[in-house]
């Protein structure tokens, strides 16, 4: 039999009962919370702080300083924790600022190989530093501490983001050149008018490794094996270039597969596209300022077909507002993951196979980024589809270059 109560009753209200109810009862609140309930609940129907210990596995401490928070606070304020002053601080700003520019400043300033902090090498060097530099309450500063104020600065120095700088001073404006000819092709494509010219956007992709399994592959087997097997040992036999470029008001992909990618081979690609249009059609380019782009070979073989090509540079280290770029992701993503051959003639039949796969059903991309602040008049937009002799030109020996 449960003994009288020395402490007050605590006295719940509908609303309050059905509060602490439905915390003891959830799945979701906070373990503390729903401990806390169940002891108020208990409590207030009578049970003593005995039986509560050992109902709720506990000490008679805790449960007394629960109780005494709910009648002094009410019985919803004594779920949560209150706020207590802590333990007083050891560091002290200046001490704290000391550890954050430390840390902003690389390792080899202060005579050491590093080029960036770890927490260990950090705390180290500010416990063999901190009495020279005025803060000997840091003496015994682990990584631990030195965790604690870097977060608390936003700052991990032991951690490295790349950007790239801009270095074109009129990246802006080629920028929004590049975003005017995208456009101008999605004008025309809505419209489905006539054309009497085409844009292309055009990269090379290198490196694409020809790598040769030595040992058999494992096919995946049901209940057993679940993955395909592959020896971690390989070959590598070389790589190839791919030369492509997507039609983008068609989808259509053109492409050539060389060991290199000088200008014999640019010039080789040009002559494909020459062959695989009307001869009275431009033919746009979109692409980025790799040297055999702009070579005295290419050059000398632009002039033999004047009126003919009008190239569009990206701007320095803006290749990513090539759409081809898609395109080699989508091949990254498709058949050449996890590619494996024999030879370096098999890689280009694949790579043949796989472009011809996707000119099965091409995709005509659609550029979205920053394309609401392009605003095209209609003598712009619809300049795609003026015959090619009403068309300005500079000088009718050398292809028009933007």
């Not at 631990?144 to 870097?150: A, R």
């Not at 790598?211 to 494992?218: F, T």
Request: glycine share 6%; net charge positive; aromatic share 8%.
């Amino acid at each position: 039999m449960d003994t009288p109560q020395k402490r007050e009753k605590l006295i719940l209200e509908a609303n309050q009962r059905s509060t602490l109810e439905e915390v003891f009862k959830s799945r979701t609140q906070p373990a503390c919370h729903v401990f806390r309930a169940g002891i108020l609940l208990g409590y207030a129907d009578g049970k003593n702080i005995a039986t509560l210990c050992r109902e709720f596995s506990t000490n008679r401490k805790l449960v007394e300083r629960t109780i005494d928070r709910a009648l002094a606070f009410g019985s919803l304020a004594a779920l949560s924790d209150l706020h207590r002053s802590g333990k007083k601080r050891v560091n002290d700003d200046e001490a704290i600022n000391w550890v954050v520019n430390l840390a902003c400043e690389s390792p080899k300033e202060h005579g050491y190989a590093a080029e960036t902090w770890t927490q260990s090498a950090l705390a180290k060097h500010v416990r063999d530093n901190c009495a020279a530099n005025g803060h000997p309450t840091l003496a015994k500063t682990g990584k631990g501490t030195i965790n604690k104020i870097l977060a608390k600065a936003g700052i991990r120095p032991h951690k490295v983001s790349y950007y790239l700088e801009r270095r074109d001073p009129d990246f802006e404006s080629k920028r929004t050149h590049i975003l005017h000819v995208y456009k101008e092709v999605m004008i025309a494509n809505e419209s489905g008018a006539a054309r009497n010219s085409t844009t292309v956007s055009y990269d090379e992709k290198p490196g694409v490794q020809a790598i040769k399994n030595i040992a058999p592959q494992l096919p995946p087997v049901p209940g057993r094996h679940p993955n395909l097997g592959r020896d971690y040992e390989y070959r590598r036999l070389g790589t190839v270039s791919i030369l492509a470029g997507i039609d983008l008001h068609t989808g259509h992909i053109f492409h050539k597969t060389y060991r290199r990618h000088r200008s014999s081979e640019f010039i080789e690609f040009l002559k494909m596209l020459d062959g695989n249009y009307p001869p009275e059609w431009c033919l746009r380019l979109v692409l980025d300022n790799h040297s055999a782009h702009k070579s005295k070979e290419t050059m000398a073989f632009l002039q033999t077909r004047p009126n003919r090509f009008e190239f569009v540079f990206t701007p320095t280290h803006g290749s990513w507002l090539n759409i081809i770029e898609m395109v080699f992701s989508k091949m990254s993503r498709g058949f050449l993951r996890h590619i494996r051959v024999d030879s370096i003639d098999e890689l280009r039949e694949r790579i043949d196979s796989g472009i011809a796969e996707m000119n099965e059903e091409p995709v005509v991309f659609k550029w979205k980024y920053k394309m609401e602040e392009i605003s095209i008049g209609t003598e712009h937009a619809t300049a795609v589809d003026t015959p090619k002799e009403n068309k300005p030109h500079p000088d009718t020996s050398a292809p028009m270059v933007h």
